[in-house]
């Protein structure tokens, strides 16, 4: 049996005609990808002071407070090179402590983003239910949370490689755009997950056993020319890698004589900026395509 639409008996208009007439719209409905984008620039001084609130608040209960911004990579150096240096002697790498602090630092910027995104949904059910905004929002402030924690262990990171006699040379300007690239990129990922997460709430218990695996297979502790001893296939693919990419990078602006999976320095950037750009958009995409599941159910 037809249904039949509800007339309203002085316009002679149908609900849906008068609702499209005074611009009225399903709530929770999803915006164009354009009007969100639009959203989500109105609101980027939200997901700043968020993405600072964030930070402050991570340390709060903690003597030092944000002090640890600084030890907490210093100690992970020290612990791995322990490891991998003296126990394993991975230490003939020319200046292995800055090769392997380069590599921590770069990899844990991706690591701690994609970690805080799984649960930027998931984790904050109260205010996305409460206040009406883009819910992009919350994985960009994880993103920029993390970013921010970067910027302070780059402090600590150019410590190490100048004391480690390694000398300020112009591929240094190269480390910046290196950075924002990978930030961009780690944007993408965070809202995957953030997205992923917010279904399937199991995804932090996984999350840092892919991470290790990828670590692991990122040569962040050890000399990448390792891979060369994989079939040619093999090391090809690796060297796509986005986090051994934007590792490579970093040890190249840093050190002199760093081993590099890829020698080519212009691959190495087109493979970056390749990744940037696709992580972030198709990251984004996948975000936006959800905007109205999130906080519900």
Aim: a positive charge; glycine letters at 8%.
């Amino acid at each position: 049996m037809a249904t039949t639409a509800l007339v309203d008996p002085e316009t002679g208009l149908t609900q849906a005609q008068l609702a499209a007439r005074h611009g009225l719209r399903v709530a929770g409905e999803r915006p164009s990808l354009t009007e969100y984008s639009r959203r989500l620039w109105a609101y980027r001084h939200f997901t700043a002071a968020y993405a600072n609130a964030k930070l402050v608040a991570s340390y709060s209960n903690a003597k030092l407070g944000q002090i640890w911004q600084v030890l907490t990579p210093l100690t992970n150096a020290a612990v791995y090179y322990l490891i991998f240096g003296v126990v394993l002697g991975q230490n003939t790498i020319p200046n292995f402590i800055a090769y392997l602090t380069t590599g921590l630092f770069i990899f844990n910027f991706t690591q701690s983003a994609v970690l805080a995104g799984t649960q930027s949904i998931s984790g904050n059910l109260g205010l996305i239910r409460a206040l009406h905004f883009p819910r992009a929002c919350l994985p960009l402030a994880a993103t920029l949370t993390q970013f921010q924690q970067l910027l302070a262990s780059m402090i600590v990171l150019v410590g190490i490689v100048l004391v480690t006699g390694e000398p300020i040379t112009l591929a240094w300007l190269m480390l910046p755009p290196a950075l924002l690239l990978q930030a961009l990129f780690n944007a993408g990922v965070v809202m995957v997950v953030a997205r992923m997460g917010s279904k399937a709430s199991d995804l932090k218990q996984v999350m840092p056993f892919i991470l290790r695996t990828w670590m692991y297979g990122s040569g962040v502790l050890y000399s990448v020319k390792l891979f060369d001893r994989l079939p040619e296939w093999a090391s090809t693919v690796i060297q796509f890698n986005p986090i051994l990419v934007y590792i490579e990078l970093a040890r190249y602006a840093l050190l002199e004589q760093a081993p590099l999976l890829n020698e080519s320095v212009t691959q190495l950037w087109l493979v970056a900026v390749g990744w940037a750009v696709l992580g972030g958009i198709a990251g984004y995409v996948y975000f936006w395509r959800g905007e109205q599941e999130y906080g519900r159910g």
